[in-house]
């Protein structure tokens, strides 16, 4: 009996394989382990040094270094929360509308928040939590609508979202929490916003889908 979730009802045998190996979903999260791994092992080498945000002014071979501060993470706390999240909405997003789609919401997202979070505070953060936020918007704006219907957001989650968004830029979040990249967070939930339309423009409605029970 294939293992899927309730919420999908029933899936084409694609989604079936993408959901049983979400193969993005997969990299990224091994990609940030690997990072947070080997800094917790070795905290004396400058392991994440190479990969904060810096601008390719000099170097463009460094030009890299405007998407990588998504792999690093700095607590263990910090790591499991978004690996968490991450796991949750970006296996439904590669599951119901591929790879490809995934991606190129992961460079978006990246993109806007890390520049954002580097012109306002500085290069010192780090973090998937602004891909976070923008998987998260994008799930919830899909699931209003005809194309995107499949997508399951708990119920209460997006208001707690932004409730989150809220006490991060009053400042409360940084007091309880720590510095907190608030910039980032926000920024990836507009791009979450902005990336489900267009997306959406490439999916079928859900009658030419042809679904196996």
């Not at 460094?62 to 790591?79: G, Q």
């Not at 780090?126 to 209003?144: E, P, T």
């Not at 707690?160 to 409360?172: H, P």
């Amino acid at each position: 009996m294939k293992k899927q979730p309730f919420w999908f009802g029933a899936m084409t045998t694609a989604e079936v394989k993408r959901w049983q190996k979400p193969r993005v979903v997969l990299v990224i999260a091994g990609i940030c382990a690997a990072f947070f791994g080997l800094q917790w092992f070795m905290p004396h080498l400058p392991i994440y040094n190479p990969f904060f945000f810096a601008w390719p002014t000099d170097n463009l071979l460094e030009a890299y270094r405007i998407f990588t501060p998504i792999f690093l993470h700095f607590s263990i706390l910090h790591i499991a929360f978004n690996l968490s999240i991450f796991w949750f909405f970006g296996r439904q997003v590669e599951t119901l509308f591929g790879s490809k789609a995934l991606v190129v919401l992961i460079i978006i997202s990246a993109l806007i928040s890390n520049v954002g979070q580097a012109l306002t505070e500085g290069n010192n953060f780090g973090g998937l939590s602004g891909v976070v936020m923008a998987i998260i918007s994008f799930v919830w704006v899909g699931s209003m609508s005809s194309k995107g219907q499949r997508l399951y957001m708990p119920n209460g989650l997006i208001g707690f979202v932004l409730v989150s968004l809220v006490l991060g830029f009053t400042g409360v979040l940084d007091q309880l929490l720590g510095p907190v990249a608030n910039v980032a967070h926000g920024l990836g939930f507009v791009a979450g916003l902005i990336v489900w339309p267009v997306v959406s423009l490439f999916l079928p409605e859900p009658d030419k889908i042809k679904l196996e029970e």
